[in-house]
């Protein structure tokens, strides 16, 4: 089971696990083939397409073992866990006997293990995987060993770099041997081979997305964009430079300085093309952050004022309970209540009375530290949360409301507000908070509104009684 760190994407571990899953199918199932072609003595099976060079038997059983090891990785069970790293020691075991066979000049019998030969045989030794392969086949084993021990992470990730190392030198040494140059290193690796190393590679470290190099890739950052959508070309790029310049000279016959004269120019194109693809890239994350942040936006705020709307204000005084609660932190609330806004509707019609609206969600958002919260509570009446500020300090602003609405330039006829203050205490819930606020708010209602009248505090238990003005 992966825990996924708040920073990975999960969608895209998701995708990641799937991807690995698949490539150790599509290796089993490639390798079995190859190893049906030994068995039945059917050179066409062990070979991409006739001509080519076959791959070697022990390659195929390598392959499949590494491939069944790679399944039984993300299998639940001690056993299945245990059973896979056997058979990536097996895959290891098969490396390190053919170096042995090639550093003593041995020959161990796991060449020709099914005692036939494809008419077409690349290499001195018949059947045994060329020297690259036997290199790649140690690495590919001790990463499946090495895949569930995270003290040996870097270590890990050495051998898959080194993998990359091996089957990117192999496609690009196919890529110049296709343009017509011949004896190149990796020349006796075949192209299945080198294909299905890669495979294997991505496949083992997509196997542990949230881990080491493919970390990166899952998280949910620009950086994550990024490495999915670039890592891959830039890997692919080196083999298609090669196999241009290679083409330019053996098909083309131009000299070498031409040569790299249209190597510069490719070069620069595809570079071109990388930044133009970055650019694009961008371009949509930001759209989609962009909208992201709208739709939240729009989600917690009152269309008519730009205030929050009551499901923000709701999470706002939440958080400022829980701070109350857990360190000590006060705060106050104040509502508030157009005065008379019921017949300024019916005299002066709807639109006026939304103009007003707007006017004193402005009024109020001037009024605030960038801390505080302004909200629209429900038709005329509003809320201000203060965090930090005690009665006296809501009252000042209370005061600086009214002088702010008193001094309008009201388009109509003058426009009053009146205002209920209470300070937050100990024990302080939601709704006895909100209730003396309102009754504070009732009270300068009753009083000839166009005023601000503070709650006096309840004596609760964890607190002392405070007095109101």
């Known amino acids: 089971m992966i825990t996924v760190p708040f920073h990975q ?11 690995s899953r698949a490539v150790a199918l599509l290796i089993c199932a490639v390798a079995l083939v190859v190893l049906a072609g030994w068995w039945w003595n059917r050179p066409l099976l062990t070979t991409m ?3 080519q060079a076959a791959m070697a038997a022990n390659a195929a059983i390598g392959f499949v073992l590494s491939g069944g090891s790679l399944l039984l990785s993300q299998s639940r069970g001690p056993w299945r866990s ?7 020691l097996a ?4 490396g390190t006997a053919t170096l042995v066979e090639y550093l003593w000049v041995e020959d161990l019998g796991i060449d020709h293990l099914f005692g036939v030969t494809p008419a077409r045989w690349s290499g001195p030794w018949p059947g045994r995987m060329a020297e690259p392969v036997a290199v790649a086949f140690v690495l590919l084993g001790g990463l499946g060993l090495l895949l569930p021990v995270r003290r040996w992470l870097y270590l890990r990730e050495g051998f898959a770099v080194g993998l990359l190392a091996i089957a990117m030198s192999g496609l690009a040494s196919y890529g110049i041997e296709l343009a017509g140059s011949n004896g190149m290193p990796f020349g006796r690796v075949p192209l299945h081979t080198t294909l299905l190393l890669l495979l294997a590679t991505l496949g083992w470290l997509s196997a542990t997305p949230t881990l080491g190099l493919t970390r990166v890739a899952t998280a949910d950052t620009l950086g994550g964009a990024l490495a999915r959508h670039l890592l891959l070309p830039a890997l692919l790029l080196p083999v298609v430079f090669a196999f241009v310049f290679e083409l330019l000279q053996s098909w083309l016959g131009l000299p070498e300085t031409l040569a790299f004269v ?8 595809a570079v071109a093309g990388l930044v133009w693809w970055v650019a694009n890239l961008f371009d949509t994350l930001e759209r989609q952050r962009r909208e992201s942040v709208l739709l939240r936006y729009d989600a917690g705020t009152d269309i008519l004022t ?8 709701g999470e706002a005084l939440a958080g400022l309970l829980h701070g109350q609660r857990e360190h000590d932190r006060m705060f106050s609330l104040l509502m508030l209540d157009l005065d008379r806004f019921k017949a300024y509707n019916d005299e002066f019609g709807h639109l006026a009375g939304d103009q007003v609206l707007r006017v004193t969600g402005h009024l109020l958002g001037a009024a605030l530290r960038p801390s505080d919260t302004a909200a629209r509570y429900g038709g005329e009446e509003f809320a201000l949360l203060l965090p930090d500020t005690d009665e006296t300090g809501a009252s000042e602003v209370a005061a600086r409301i009214l002088d702010a609405f008193r001094g309008y330039a009201w388009p109509q006829c003058a426009v009053t507000i009146s205002i209920g203050v209470a300070q937050s205490a100990r024990g302080d819930d939601a709704e006895n908070l909100i209730q003396r606020a309102d009754a504070a708010l009732y009270d300068a209602k009753h009083a000839g509104r166009d005023r601000v009248v503070t709650a006096t505090a309840v004596a609760s238990p964890e607190a002392a009684p405070r007095s109101g003005t």
Do not use: C, E, T, Y
Request: proline share 2%.
């Open 82 to 88: 245990r059973f896979g790293r056997w058979l990536s």
């Open 262 to 269: 249209f190597m510069a120019l490719f070069s620069g194109g």
């Open 91 to 94: 895959v290891l075991a098969i």
């Open 9 to 19: 994407d999960m969608r895209v571990v998701q995708w990641f696990m799937r991807f």
């Open 49 to 51: 397409w006739p001509g």
């Open 306 to 313: 730009g205030l929050a709307n009551r499901r923000a204000f």
